[in-house]
């Protein structure tokens, strides 16, 4: 078992704000945890500090063995951002060469070989997508297009997921049908992790929870957190956001 993500220690401002505070937090190849608290409470910011995405004001962060500002192996992460659900920002390609795109390295950047189709196609079939492989991405439905991002990061063989919200405006049904998707995504040994403000999505299918307000309230085992007080000590007695100073 390998350590995908270590965190030690890490402290992020943006400017005067203090967005994560002295975070500690490792996360094992094959784990699926979840990312909870409440909103502004550091979640996203976590997620970029993870893929490198800021550098961290103090501590350090290791992504597969490596510092993650020298990780330069960018297809071994698929990343999910709340904006993939939205109209805004998606490229007019079909979901096929959207799906390509994530085995363009694989292909040394070259032409796609009759094994890297295959590879495609199992993607997309693996999602569920294979009937809508010839429409463009900005036709999707949220759902839709939540699975061809997953697509190209199998294309790509990612072996970590990170998702921030993934299946906001996406209907209760198709919700549901993600989540399983990502439940045997996990089982074929992807490293997930899922910002997910439903904390029941995240109970049900999680092996660990790490929950924040600026600081790590908990992170341990889904049922050590259901019986630990870390929810409402990270969310307040009435929801509310807690402030601590030292
Ligand atoms: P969450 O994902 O839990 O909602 P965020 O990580 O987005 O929380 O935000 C944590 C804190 O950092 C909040 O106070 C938020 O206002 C602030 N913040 C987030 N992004 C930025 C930014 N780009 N510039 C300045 N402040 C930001």
Known sequence: MSTVVDIQNVTFA???????????????????????????????????????????????????????????????????????????????????EAVRMGRFAHAGFGRLDDEDEAIVDDALETVGITDLADRRVNQLSGGQRQRAYIARALASEADLLALDEPTVGVDAESRDEFYQLLDSLNQEGITIVLIEHDIGVVTDRADHIACINQELYHHGDTESFVESDALSEAYGANGQVVHHHH
């Open 14 to 96: 943006y400017g005067e704000n203090v967005a994560v505070r002295d975070v500690s937090l490792t996360i094992e190849e094959g784990d699926f945890l979840g990312l909870i608290g409440p909103n502004g409470s550091g979640k996203t910011t976590l997620l970029h500090l993870m893929l490198g995405l800021h550098s961290p004001d103090s501590g350090t962060i290791e992504l597969f063995g490596d510092p993650v500002d020298e990780f330069d192996d960018g297809e071994r992460i698929g990343y999910v951002s709340q904006k993939a659900t939205s109209r805004g920002g998606s490229m007019p390609v079909t979901v096929r």
